[in-house]
C-alpha cells in the first residue's frame, strides 16, 4: 500500500460547484496532515494544516478521520482559479521522518 | 524575507557535466530538502538535512551529493549528469518535523 494515495482525476468541475477530494494514508503514527495547491510549472503553496476536529478557511473545508486513516478537502464555490493539482501531504510519524506526498488530484474548473 | 531561494531558475547541461544548485532559506529552519519532479508526476525526495553538517538520503538519491555547511545553505550536486536527470529541482525547509514545509521557486534543468 503507498504512503499517501491520491485519486489522480482530472476533476472537471463548472464554476459554482462544490467539489470534494479524499486522501488516505497508510503509517497510523502520523501526527501532522496538510493540503498543498500546486499550479502548473510552480512550487507548490500551503493550502491549509487539517486538525482533528476540522477547520474551515473560507471556501475550504479540511477532515481528519484518525480511525479510517483518511483526509478530505471540500471545496464550495469553486472558482476558476481555483483549477489546480492538490497534494495530500502526511508527516511521516515520529523523529526527523519527512513529509510524504501524495500524486496530487487535478481540478480544473469551468466556466 | 526572502523565505527559500533557488539558484539557478534555469540551466542546460551536457551529459557529463558537473554543477551545483544552490537553495538557500533566511528562516533560521533546521530541516531542508530537495526533491526532483518530472513531468506529470509527483515530487521524489532526493536528500535531507536535519541540521547543520548532516544529511541524509531520500528516495531517489543516486546520481546526486548534498552539503549543509551552512544553516542557511543546502546545496545538490550533480557529478556527473545524465539526460535522466532532467527535471524541475525544488528545495523547501521547514522549522519542524511537525510543521509545514516552504519551497523556493524551482530550478529547470535539461541535460542533453
Known amino acids: 500500500r503507498k504512503e499517501v494515495e491520491q485519486d489522480p482525476g482530472p476533476f472537471n468541475v463548472p464554476e459554482g460547484a462544490t467539489v470534494a477530494f479524499n486522501c488516505t494514508y497508510s503509517?497510523?503514527?502520523?501526527?501532522?496532515f496538510f493540503w498543498y495547491r500546486q499550479d502548473c510549472r510552480k512550487e507548490p503553496k500551503l493550502l491549509m494544516s487539517?486538525?482533528?476536529s476540522g477547520n474551515e478557511d473560507g471556501r475550504f473545508t479540511a477532515q481528519l478521520n484518525r480511525a479510517s486513516q483518511y483526509i478530505s478537502l471540500l471545496i464550495r464555490d469553486s472558482k476558476l482559479s481555483d483549477s489546480a493539482t492538490y497534494l495530500c501531504?502526511?508527516?511521516?510519524?515520529?523523529?526527523?521522518?519527512?513529509?510524504?506526498f501524495g500524486k496530487g488530484t487535478r481540478l480544473s474548473v469551468i466556466a | 524575507n526572502a523565505g527559500v531561494t533557488q539558484t539557478p531558475k534555469f540551466r542546460v547541461l551536457k551529459t557529463g557535466q558537473s554543477m551545483t544548485l544552490l537553495c538557500a532559506q533566511d528562516?533560521?529552519?533546521?530541516?531542508m530538502y530537495w526533491y526532483r519532479q518530472d513531468p506529470g508526476m509527483g515530487l521524489r525526495l532526493i536528500h535531507y538535512?536535519?541540521?547543520?553538517?548532516?544529511?541524509a538520503k531520500g528516495e531517489v538519491p543516486d546520481g546526486y551529493n548534498v552539503s549543509r555547511l551552512k544553516k542557511q545553505n543546502f546545496l545538490l550536486g550533480l557529478e556527473s549528469a545524465a539526460p535522466s536527470q532532467t527535471s524541475v529541482y525544488f528545495c523547501?525547509?521547514?522549522?519542524?518535523?511537525?510543521?509545514?514545509?516552504?519551497f523556493g521557486p524551482g530550478t529547470r534543468l535539461t541535460v542533453l
Open positions: 523547501a525547509s521547514r522549522d519542524s518535523p511537525y510543521n509545514e514545509q516552504f
Open positions: 503509517n497510523s503514527a502520523s501526527q501532522s
Open positions: 487539517v486538525y482533528s
Open positions: 501531504v502526511v508527516n511521516g510519524g515520529a523523529g526527523n521522518t519527512p513529509l510524504v
Open positions: 528562516m533560521n529552519h533546521e530541516y
Open positions: 538535512s536535519v541540521g547543520e553538517g548532516t544529511t
